[in-house]
């Protein structure tokens, strides 16, 4: 189980790396776009700021640019690179070429027969947009159980994202997802608590420690 930021901004994700639970960033296009800095610039920022894995999603579209690209990104991320792959059938021919040389997540998965199809093409990760799902079909965390049943006994890994309240977190935690990567919004509302919070209040108001 991890739990891993989905940003790049690099103030977030240093903020949210100190917290010592988020254990690596995922990144998107769109996130990308976001950012002032360009491409490689980011990648290796993000690297110094993570031990831990970092997603980064192929933007190529055809089969030998998807692998020219791979290889270029993993130049600069080495062991810490997991590729996101569309999850089509350019996207499943790339993850079988290259998912014993580089980790491999087909992303935006909407259906249990892709996630069967991600299984066999080798893929370490995928990644099931659980907020999103919902809204366009009703019932995420639906569709994270069944892919969690066809991915039992595997070695790919579920990954839940577009996870919106910690709440949803924690119900795609139950439904199987093995990792769950959150925006920064709600990795910081994961530890929050009113009634812990007044009982820490209590403790420090009215109780002692050793140094009374």
Request: charged share 20%.
């Amino acid at each position: 189980m991890s739990i891993l930021i989905d940003s790049t901004d690099l103030k977030q994700i240093q903020s949210a790396c100190e917290f010592g639970w988020v254990k690596g960033i995922t990144t998107n296009p769109l996130l990308l776009e976001q950012s002032p800095m360009a491409g490689k610039t980011l990648l290796v920022s993000l690297k110094l700021l993570t031990p831990g894995p970092i997603f980064y999603q192929l933007m190529a579209q055809n089969f030998e640019e998807m692998l020219d690209e791979a290889y270029l990104v993993q130049e600069i991320l080495e062991q810490q690179l997991v590729l996101k792959l569309p999850p089509n059938d350019l996207g499943f021919k790339v993850c079988s070429q290259l998912s014993t040389k580089i980790a491999c997540c087909p992303t935006a998965i909407y259906s249990p027969s892709q996630a069967l199809v991600a299984r066999e093409s080798g893929a370490q990760y995928i990644a099931v947009y659980v907020n999103r799902a919902t809204r366009l079909m009703g019932d995420g965390i639906k569709l994270l159980r069944d892919i969690s049943t066809i991915l039992a006994d595997s070695a790919t890994e579920l990954l839940a994202a577009s996870l919106k309240s910690p709440e949803e977190a924690v119900s795609a935690s139950i439904a199987g997802a093995q990792h769950l990567t959150l925006p920064y919004e709600t990795l910081i509302q994961m530890s929050k608590n009113e009634l812990s919070e007044e009982a820490i209040r209590q403790f420090r108001d009215e109780g002692v420690g050793i140094g009374r």
